[in-house]
């Protein structure tokens, strides 16, 4: 029974010394010499007859010169283990960068002009350090669900000053240091109070702005639609606070060859309250922290496009129109116009990251 077992395990591994004979060979045979081909050759066809005829007295024999008609024919070279684990990473960081760039491409939410959609960072108040803030639990917590807690400590001495600063943080001044404390987190201290160095001003966790997968490809075999949310370089959009070259995330709310209007809280295109697509009707129905289609020139700089009731913009046959879902809080087609057809990219489809009510495909 021992005997029956050995060899067959013998048989096994014969059978797999042929596979890897023929693999050396398809990747060495332009470079081998023909004496070394010949000798796996002769290694080959002997092994196959023995598993043919069941000559099991030359298993051994014909198993070990085929071993070392292989290794004649590619030699074994230091740190082999290491070098094919590197060629297989590579092969797949290439396949990975393929798919990027053709398929599917990751992008994340920076700010919260698509809020409540999708979100991008913020911040939530948080007085008071739980287990979960600390190692190996905050690790875990920000793996998951993408929450960090965060402090802000005076660096000096003297007297706090509290003063607004940019995009709705508050600055905390102490004896010429300046502390920004980010819209949202717990404010342990009050204007006008003496603070050491060392002490807590603020506290609260930071959470990672949506990470979504864009479809590169759909569009390639139909036209956007009203309601997807899309993804679009902003290469020729002039304004001042446009970034060049930058991925933006907006809604897409007109299509070409319409006529779009606001009149709040709603989308007008072609003189009609816009609801084909769910997405526009949510935005417009001023709920679930909706605020509903709002003209433009409120905190940017009043623009030319739908900055009025009684403003309309036509769009030509390569153009599209995008905004975003906060409309209290979103630089987008209606401070700069339309968007080009040859900048879009595909309909943002799955929040891949972090696990929240948002995660999964988008709406």
């Not at 902003?234 to 304004?239: F, G, L, R, V």
């Not at 709040?264 to 309250?273: C, E, N, S």
Request: proline residues 7%; hydrophobic residues 40%; aromatic residues 10%.
């Amino acid at each position: 029974m021992r005997n029956y077992f050995q060899r067959r395990r013998q048989v096994k591994y014969l059978r797999q010394l042929l596979r890897e004979a023929r693999h050396a060979r398809n990747m060495r045979e332009d470079i081998a010499s023909p004496q070394v081909l010949e000798r796996l050759r002769a290694a080959q066809a002997q092994a196959a007859r023995v598993l043919a005829t069941s000559a099991w007295s030359e298993l051994a024999p014909a198993t070990g010169e085929l071993e070392q008609a292989i290794i004649q024919l590619r030699p074994p070279r230091p740190w082999n283990a290491w070098r094919e684990n590197i060629e297989i990473i590579l092969v797949a960081l290439a396949v990975a960068m393929a798919f990027r760039t053709y398929f599917i491409q990751p992008f994340k939410i920076p700010t919260a002009s698509m809020a409540p959609t999708l979100h991008g960072i913020h911040y939530l108040p948080q007085a008071r350090a739980t287990l979960y803030d600390r190692l190996p639990f905050n690790l875990i917590k920000w793996f998951i669900f993408g929450e960090w807690r965060v402090e802000v400590r005076a660096q000096s001495f003297g007297r706090l000053s509290i003063e607004a600063g940019p995009q709705e943080s508050r600055l905390m001044i102490v004896a010429g240091a300046y502390h920004v404390v980010p819209k949202g987190m717990y404010e342990h201290v009050r204007d006008g109070q003496m603070v050491v160095r060392g002490q807590l001003l603020a506290s609260g966790t930071r959470v990672s702005g949506d990470h979504i997968f864009v479809n590169k490809v759909i569009w390639n075999f139909r036209q956007p639609q009203r309601g997807e949310i899309m993804v679009f370089k902003t290469s020729a959009i002039e304004h001042p606070q446009i970034k060049v070259n930058e991925h933006y995330v907006k809604r897409l709310v007109g299509l070409p060859g319409e006529t779009l209007q606001i009149q709040p809280p709603y989308l007008l295109v072609d003189g009609q309250r816009a609801a084909d697509a769910p997405g526009i009707i949510r935005l417009s129905s001023q709920q679930d922290g909706y605020a509903g289609f709002q003209l433009g020139g409120r905190d940017f700089r009043p623009g030319d496009y739908l900055a009025a009731v009684s403003n309309r913009i036509a769009l030509g046959a390569e153009q599209y129109f995008a905004c975003g879902d906060n409309q209290f809080n979103s630089l987008d087609s209606r401070y700069w116009g339309p968007v080009p057809r040859a900048n879009l990219m595909g309909p943002a489809v799955f929040v891949y990251w972090p696990i929240s009510k948002h995660w999964g495909p988008i709406r």
